[in-house]
């Protein structure tokens, strides 16, 4: 059984930092992929932010320099510093996690969510 548990969001001033952690645990998990998605009221999920086990990293538009991702292979835990954030940022962070436990197919695992909210 394969968990996946974020923290980090919270209330924060636009302009403000915030930095979000995710693990990813499970008896001989190895991630393949990890990353961020948001999902504000009314709106789709989208991608954030993602990191490949080969630390090659794909980050959207709109968080291009603002947002850094970055990982702990070993701990199969993700990290997104975010800096300079602004009230359109505020969502739902949902954590993403591809891997596979040690001799089946890989899968998608979701953490629950953790919401960031910016005030103006």
């Known amino acids: 059984q394969v968990q996946v548990v974020e923290s980090g969001g919270g209330l924060v001033q636009a302009g403000g930092s915030l930095r979000l952690s995710c693990a990813a645990s499970g008896s001989m998990f190895r991630f393949n992929a990890m990353g961020w998605y948001r999902q504000a009221p009314g709106k789709q999920r989208e991608l954030v932010a993602e990191?490949?086990?080969?630390?090659?990293?794909n980050y959207a538009e709109a968080v291009k320099g603002r947002f850094t991702i970055s990982s702990d292979n070993a701990k199969n835990t993700v990290y997104l510093q975010m800096n300079g954030l602004k009230p359109q940022d505020t969502a739902v962070y949902y954590c993403h996690a591809e891997g596979a436990v040690a001799g089946t197919w890989p899968h998608n695992y979701w953490g629950q969510g953790t919401q960031v909210t910016v005030s103006s």
């Open positions: 990191i490949r086990r080969s630390g090659s990293t």
